[in-house]
């Protein structure tokens, strides 16, 4: 019942910008918080940022804080990733994920969009 779906990736030379969006559907369903994900190729996906609909809890990966900003709007369903002085590793497919409750893992992802950063 829950889907998501990330809009805005795209290609950029280092100390470029994008800005990620992530639009969550469903119907009734509730969920706590929504985060962004990243994968590489050859690496593991690793967590970018993370925020609860409340924003009473936001956090950033060490590798981001201070370049990308997480926000959302809840009205729309929407969270975005605001992405400032990007950099070659930060080129990874991104991928927003939904947390149903505060104890739950992240189990809905969408389908991700690609970020390319080159030098």
């Known amino acids: 019942q829950v889907q998501l779906a990330e809009f805005g990736g795209g290609s950029v030379q280092t100390g470029g910008s994008l800005r990620l969006s992530c639009v969550a559907s469903?119907?009734?369903?509730?969920?706590?918080?929504m985060g962004w994900f990243r994968q590489a190729p050859g690496n593991r996906r690793e967590f970018v940022a993370s925020s609860t609909w409340s924003g009473d809890s936001i956090i950033y990966a060490d590798s981001v804080k201070g370049r990308f900003t997480i926000s959302r709007d809840n009205a729309k369903n929407t969270v975005y990733l605001q992405m400032n002085n990007l950099k070659p590793e930060d080129t990874a497919v991104y991928s927003c994920?939904?947390?149903?409750?505060?104890?739950?893992?992240?189990?809905?992802w969408g389908q991700g969009t690609q970020v390319t950063v080159s030098s």
């Open positions: 469903g119907g009734t369903f509730s969920h706590y918080a």
């Open positions: 994920a939904a947390q149903i409750t505060s104890t739950s893992p992240f189990n809905y």
